[in-house]
């Protein structure tokens, strides 16, 4: 077994060993309490709040923002990874996020007697969704959100291919919510498009309470084809339990806290949003599809999940640029591309990207991320390789000395996030709008007199030689320094 053990409710109390939850026992409002709570703990890097007494909803509880910003910022994604060490690097949690994504397991299935997932259900007719502590997170948000740390699991019909991905979901009334879908963006979108040709409902099962190794599967960017049930065995150290659905033929982690089965409505749309979201600013509303239950099974004392999105930092961002640059390092490798280093300081935004200046490495790169959807949304920052892309003040320091104004890049016509804040109205017709390159390294075409002259670096490890360097490193402690 990982060290994070193998359901929620095993990660919840490695969580409370490293300081990083909080139990909540004071009465909090699932409307709009919860949610300003979890908020201001991302705001002030304060442990994950588990709110045991929800005003309404006695003996269920509600787990806020899990992989959120703590102590230090990654610590609780650092766990959720199987780290012993919850101060772990970023350039170490990109390394394990990559080494899970090479050593996939598959599943194992299990019977549904032993499903703790299915100790109590509820068939479609009597189920009743205001019966859970659904939060309504944000007074701007247009409704409460059933679904935010979910995984909603649909299938493809044509090759029968199982997607995994969080969607966020706004409950509706007892028996209906909706679930975000984007058809050029998403997989979801993409293959309930194919059921609404059809004419035929889409099948879904909503998770809500995996271990967080399935949630960080369902985040992480994957192409059409890949198994999100094996990635998420690879970020666990093992093959994840799955059982089947009561209603459809779709498999869910059997441990999660509670399984929403449902079926997408062809060619019906319903209000949704608006809602707070990862770029900091509110997603405008818009018209998603309509998801029917037929079928509701829960653990008893079911915990219920949801993620506070907002300005940075958020339970979104933190595991998202961790995956992302995982992912884009791996598909820039797989196109022959030898970047040293990738880092989303915001994720799907603008990655910046450390590579040694070579003729057409820049264009390439950016053919890759433009082509690969969330890879790269408003545009992408290029830094030479001795900047650590990890480190936002290197990052802005190279930007604000090495750019050349004239070196300032517009891409037309790239495709538009509707998330972006920064869209002209024009672009939100088009759905186009402008992607920008900050090329903030030296140019390779100089020469290497031209470069010792004026570009040399003056810090620490550039200006001493080596064994003055060594020397003082080593009597760094008897010079009266304690750090
Ligand atoms: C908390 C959270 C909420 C998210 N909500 C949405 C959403 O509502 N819509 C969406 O398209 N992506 C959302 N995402 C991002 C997707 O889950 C992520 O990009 C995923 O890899 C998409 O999977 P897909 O490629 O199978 O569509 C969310 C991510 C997180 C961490
Ligand atoms: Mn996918």
Redesign the pocket.
Known sequence: MSATGRDLRDFLKVLETERELVRVRTQVDWNLEAGAISRLACERQAPAPLFENVKDYPGQQLAAVLLGPGRPMHARLALALGLENKAASVRQLIDQVKEGLRQRRRPVQVERRSAPCKEVVVPGAEANLLNYPIPWIKSVDGGRYIG??NIVVVKDPESQWV??????CMLRDEQSFTV?L?PD?????HIFGKYEAAGKPMPIALVIGAHPAAHLA?????EHGVS?AEVAGGYLGEGVPLVKCETNDLEVPANAEMVIEAEILPGVRADEGPFGE?TGHVGHGSKAGLARVTCVTHRRNPIHTM?N?GKPHD??AI??SILLSAVAEERLKRHGIAVKAVYYHTP?VAPAIAVKPEPGVHQRILGVLLTS??MAQHGAIFVDEDVDVTDLQEVFWAMSTRMHAKSYQVIDNAMANPLNPALTPEDRQSLQTGFWVVNAWLPYTWSAEYRHAYTQVADFANSWPEDLKRKVLERWHDYGYER
Do not use: C, V
């Open positions: 935010t740390w997607n995994w991905a969080t969607y966020r975000l984007l963006a998403q997989h979801g979108g369902a985040i992480t960017s994957l999100e990862y993620a999105m339970d979104a595991p998202q799907q959807p969330r």
